[in-house]
């Protein structure tokens, strides 16, 4: 289902030539005062149309369902009072969602590809994965229309940027240094706008291979974007420069990553998402060395498929687009949670709810759910129903044909049996190969607190040197609790 768009994410398209003029222009219209149900092409252009939609609370997560069918939300992002702003690709639109449930949506004009032509039933006529708020007003990316799409939501009145043929604009930022700041996956480019709206365009350090996704800013001085690098190579790594005078230099050493998407700051280093393993990667600026953390496993795909990634300064959240999960890590005490987003979980590729884009608020982290159109949040403010916890080091060291025992404590409570399962960072797969444990117990059921069991870690002769992360996750489907085992093998 969303094969076509993934594979658009990492492809590296050639392009002659610079980046053409930006052309600015304008659209202010009116709008019908209520929604209309059945396909979004039934929306007329302008703003804003009022909703008020119901949610349902599961656990940890809220959810928003969307008026209409198929309104592919994407690209969201939070604002200062705590509602959220997105894309509807079908329509389309810029969106505002208030924590009320009241959603108000204003529809931009153009000539897109008709609903039904691409994906899904009612189609989606545009790709917006990026939204960003700029100088009182709403940014958003539109693929479509190699254009910026701006909306002053005062007046419903739109303003538009061309960009070259095929820029395929993708991930917007306000930057800490005043100006608005994108990304151009197939010129490929980095840009920003100043107040102006003069545009400044910087070549990549790594050329037409280079496949920039995400910026992030650190400071009004210092920034990073993380390069995907080209189709199928693993080539993508990490860049930081200084806005006022950008000259990209490489952090994180010789390192090659894959697919790289996400991109945050935290806990003395750098977290990225790759975007085929199933890692979040953490690069330690005192020690110069990189980690990778494995997500939880599913069954029916070879990678959770991590998408972006977003930080307060100590913990770290990301949302999985196959394993349809949004997760936490929280390095000061080596654990990641993982909550489902459907319930009961999906069990193949077929059912995700498409989750591509993620936001943060506080402690909640919210979400747009392309294929199942709704938008909704995860909220970690308050601690998981189960949790592990270690009994002896998480910090160990087993040399090959060797094996340690570890113990641990369950804690919390599940209506639904609490089982093991193991993965780690030998390999793309994160399926445990020549690391292996052995448990004295591998399901829980009814109250944990309390309950112990043993691990018996192994490392197998062909095991080569090296430092791995053995994940130890207790999960009972819609949760999924994991520890983080350091195993050094001499």
Known sequence: ???????????????????????????????????????????????????????????????????????????????????????????????????????????????????????????????????????????????????????????????????????????????????????????????SLDENGTAHTYALPTGIQGTPTQIYFVNSSYALYDDAGQAGANDGGVYAFNPSHPVFTRVGGARMLTGLTGLATASGGIWVSEHGPPFINFYNYSASAWTDYPTSTVPYASTTLPYFVQSDGTHVWFNEHYGDMIGEIDPATDSMVEYAISNPPVGNLSSITGTQTIARAGDRIWFAEFGANRVGFANFSYPPPFSLLPLSSLAVSIKPGNSTQLSFELQGSSNSPVQLKFSDSETVSAIPTDLNATSSGYQFVGSLTGTRFTLDLSAKTALAPGTYIFDVTATDGPVAYTLFIHVDVP
């Not at 917007?172 to 990304?183: C, N, Q, S, Y």
Request: with cysteine; charged share 10%; aromatic share 14%.
């Open 1 to 191: 289902m969303q094969t076509s768009r993934l594979a658009a994410l990492v492809a590296i398209v050639l392009l002659v030539g610079a980046v053409g003029a930006y052309t600015y222009f304008y659209y202010g219209g009116s709008a019908p005062t209520t929604a209309t149900t059945g396909c979004p092409s039934n929306y007329v252009a302008g703003g804003p149309i009022r909703t008020q939609l119901s949610n349902v609370t599961v656990g940890h997560l809220t959810e928003f369902i969307l008026p209409g069918k198929d309104q592919a939300p994407n690209g969201i992002t939070v604002a200062p009072d705590g509602s959220v702003w997105f894309g509807e690709e079908s329509l389309p639109a810029l969106a505002h969602l208030f924590p009320n449930g009241t959603l108000l949506e204003y529809v931009w004009p153009g000539t897109y590809p008709p609903p039904g032509s691409v994906d899904y039933s009612c189609g989606h006529r545009t790709q917006t994965w990026g939204v960003a708020l700029w100088n009182g007003t709403v940014w958003a990316s539109d693929t479509s229309g190699n254009q910026l799409v701006n909306l002053d939501p005062a007046t419903g009145e739109f303003h538009f940027y061309t960009l070259s043929a095929n820029a395929f604009p993708y991930y917007l930022v306000a930057g800490l240094d005043g100006r608005l700041w994108f990304t151009e996956l197939f010129v490929p480019a980095i840009v």
